[in-house]
C-alpha cells in the first residue's frame, strides 16, 4: 500500500555529481525515516545514509561520508541522495527504503526497512 520510485542515476565521469531521489505515494502517512542502500553485481547489499523525518539524524556509511548528502522534502514526501566526486566503486543500483515504525535494530540493517523501490543504476566512468 505504499510505492517508493528512485530517480536520478545515470551515467556520469569519475569525479562528477549526481542526485537521486526517492518519491513516496500509497495510502500511508509520510512519517518515518528512508534509508539509501546499493548493490554492485556480485557484491552485497550495504547501507550508505539514513535520515529520520525531521532531517536532524543523518547516519553515512564511512565509504561516502563527506561525498554524500542526504535530505528530505516532506511536503512533497522525496527523499534525496546528493552525490559528490563520484569514483568507480560508486558504480553501482542505489535502492530507497522506509524505515519500520518502533524498530529497536540498527539504521544499517536492511531488517530495519519494511518497504523497498525498484532501484536506480549509477555508472561512473574514468
Known amino acids: 500500500q505504499v510505492q517508493l520510485v528512485e530517480s536520478g542515476g545515470g551515467l556520469v565521469q569519475a569525479g562528477g555529481s549526481l542526485r537521486l531521489s526517492c518519491a513516496a505515494s500509497?495510502?500511508?502517512?509520510?512519517?518515518?525515516?528512508r534509508g539509501w542502500f546499493r548493490q554492485a553485481p556480485g557484491k552485497e547489499r550495504d547501507f550508505v545514509a539514513a535520515?529520520?523525518?525531521?532531517?536532524?539524524?543523518?547516519y553515512y556509511a564511512a565509504s561516502v561520508k563527506g561525498r554524500v548528502t542526504a535530505s528530505r522534502d516532506n511536503a512533497k514526501n522525496t527523499v534525496y541522495l546528493q552525490k559528490n566526486s563520484l569514483k568507480p566503486e560508486d558504480a553501482a543500483g542505489y535502492y530507497c527504503?522506509?524505515?519500520?515504525?518502533?524498530?529497536?535494530?540498527?539504521?544499517?540493517?536492511?531488517?530495519?526497512?519494511?518497504?523497498w523501490g525498484q532501484g536506480t543504476q549509477v555508472t561512473v566512468s574514468s
Open positions: 535520515i529520520n523525518w525531521s532531517g536532524g539524524s543523518i
Open positions: 527504503a522506509r524505515r519500520k515504525v518502533n524498530y529497536s535494530g540498527g539504521y544499517y540493517t536492511e531488517g530495519g526497512y519494511d518497504y
Open positions: 500509497g495510502r500511508t502517512f509520510s512519517s518515518s525515516g
